[in-house]
């Protein structure tokens, strides 16, 4: 490849350079993509990751992953300035807008910030056959990022519950990191 002068001293690209989207980029097809293909999309990566680096280490990919988008989404898409009611509200609107999911918090506990989630019609796994093991660390690092970027303390997320493993919804646990 020819050098191109117009790319000397490009700056590193980052999510957000990515997420600049043009009003015209899709104008015939939109900007929806069905489940399935996020799925392929997801689901090669995983094993692309497993192959060459193992599976530990293919998780902490898509946990660390899930956290920037997650804090990306919380920076672009929601008010951190709104009340903890407020904000839970606004999140669950978004979450069904984007179709990622319904969600709906199952306890809070003011003293410590642990928080219990559960998202229903998850993108990640919803209909997925039981594979016999959680596969939503991707959405584990998104809810941490979100929270993280919501509440200004470290949130750690684990999954406990998924469809995956025979449950009818994925149950988050998230806590702060101390």
Same mark, same amino acid.
């Given at each position: ?11 590193? +690209? ?25 799925? +392929? =999309? ?24 899930? &956290?920037?988008?997650? *804090? &990306?989404?919380?920076?672009?898409? =929601?008010?951190?300035?709104? *009340? ?10 978004? +979450? ?6 319904? =969600? ?12 219990? +989630? ?9 209909? =997925? ?8 660390? &991707? ?15 470290? &949130?750690n997320a684990t999954e406990v519950n998924c469809w995956a493993t025979g449950d009818r919804v994925c149950r988050f646990q998230a806590d702060i990191v101390e």
């Amino acid at each position: 490849m020819e050098d191109n002068i117009f790319l000397r001293n490009k700056k590193e +690209l980052s999510l957000t350079d990515y997420m600049k989207a043009q009003k015209n980029g899709r104008e015939n097809l939109g900007t929806e993509l069905p489940v399935a293909v996020y799925r +392929l =999309l997801e689901y090669s990566l995983r094993e692309e990751l497993t192959s060459r680096f193992g599976k530990e280490v293919q998780i902490d990919i898509f946990r660390e992953a899930g &956290y920037r988008a997650g *804090t &990306y989404f919380a920076e672009k898409y =929601l008010d951190s300035s709104l *009340t903890l009611s407020d904000f839970t509200a606004q999140l669950q609107n978004r +979450l069904e807008e984007f179709k990622i999911g319904v =969600l709906r918090i199952e306890k809070f506990d003011e003293e410590t910030g642990k928080i219990v +989630l559960t998202v229903s019609e998850d993108a990640d796994c919803s209909g =997925l056959p039981l594979l016999g093991e959680a596969v939503c660390n &991707y959405d584990e690092g998104f809810f941490a990022g979100i929270l993280t970027s919501y509440t200004g303390k470290s &949130y750690n997320a684990t999954e406990v519950n998924c469809w995956a493993t025979g449950d009818r919804v994925c149950r988050f646990q998230a806590d702060i990191v101390e």
